[in-house]
């Protein structure tokens, strides 16, 4: 069974920082393809970056590169989501997902974290 936990979050001023990690069980995070997306209030879920298998590289939202960044732990079976620069427009609650495919015939299946709230204020 696959579960995503996710931990970090919380409230931070203008031009701060915040780390999120994501834990994974059920799957090895260097094998797969994990995702954070965020949703503001009243605004649709938006993906933020995608941290591709193994050397894939990490491909980012426009509106957070530069300022975010994603890094895998193989060790901890961990994708963690660095936030710097962070400023109010970034205000949302951050998912970590993942989307494997199972059954006969196969199907997708996206499993998301619990949702994280970050809140950039002063």
């Known amino acids: 069974q696959v579960q995503l936990v996710q931990s970090g979050g919380g409230l931070v001023q203008p031009g701060g920082s915040l780390r999120l990690s994501c834990a994974a069980s059920?799957?090895?995070?260097?094998?797969?393809?994990i995702g954070w997306f965020r949703q503001a209030p009243g605004k649709e879920r938006e993906g933020v970056s995608c941290?591709?298998?193994?050397?894939?590289?990490?491909f980012y939202a426009d509106s957070v590169k530069g300022r975010f960044t994603a890094t895998r732990d193989s060790t901890k079976n961990t994708v963690d989501l660095q936030m710097n620069s962070l400023q109010p427009e970034d205000t949302a609650v951050y998912y970590c997902?993942?989307?494997?495919?199972?059954?006969?015939?196969?199907?997708?299946?996206?499993?998301w974290g619990q949702g994280s709230q970050v809140t950039v204020s002063s």
């Open positions: 997902s993942y989307t494997g495919w199972s059954g006969d015939p196969p199907a997708p299946k996206t499993y």
């Open positions: 941290t591709s298998r193994r050397d894939g590289g990490t």
């Open positions: 059920g799957i090895t995070v260097d094998l797969y393809t």
